[in-house]
């Protein structure tokens, strides 16, 4: 049986542009950002450092993706992958209405835990659930 990196290569090498040019035009923005801040207009690290309480569910989205992403757990119980999605959406909600309620700025410290939280949720209540035939 092939490794699902040798099965899906013509995938992987179209994710790996799509990655690239998001990383470019990201890059692109902010260039042009910068150049226009005397204008008025903020720069993405602007925008971050001001907001960084109301964006905490950003920062949790970004753990949780990270670890779907690279650290994707699967299991073979017969079970629908959208309960896990609705729980990880419950807490961005959540998150959402309680960044835009605080008044205090959380710290860099607070924003990591938050960050390692939203990870180890979608890991744990996120999984990959498996059909009969993926099983390996």
């Not at 207009?41 to 670890?67: C, Q």
Request: net charge positive.
């Amino acid at each position: 049986m092939k490794p699902l990196s040798e099965k899906n290569k013509n995938a992987l090498k179209i994710i790996k542009i799509v990655v690239a040019a998001l990383l470019g035009i990201m890059v692109v923005i902010d260039i042009v950002l910068v150049s226009l801040e005397d204008r008025g207009f903020p720069t993405f690290s602007e925008v971050i450092k001001n907001d960084r309480t109301s964006l905490i569910w950003l920062n949790f989205l970004l753990g949780g993706l990270v670890a779907k992403v690279f650290y994707n757990r699967k299991v073979t119980t017969k079970e629908h992958e959208i309960s896990g999605f609705f729980t990880f959406l419950a807490m961005l909600v959540l998150l959402f209405f309680l960044g835009k309620l605080f008044t205090i700025q959380i710290e860099t410290p607070y924003h990591l835990l938050i960050m390692v939280c939203g990870g180890i949720l979608a890991y744990r209540a996120w999984p990959q659930y498996l059909k009969d035939e993926d099983t390996p």
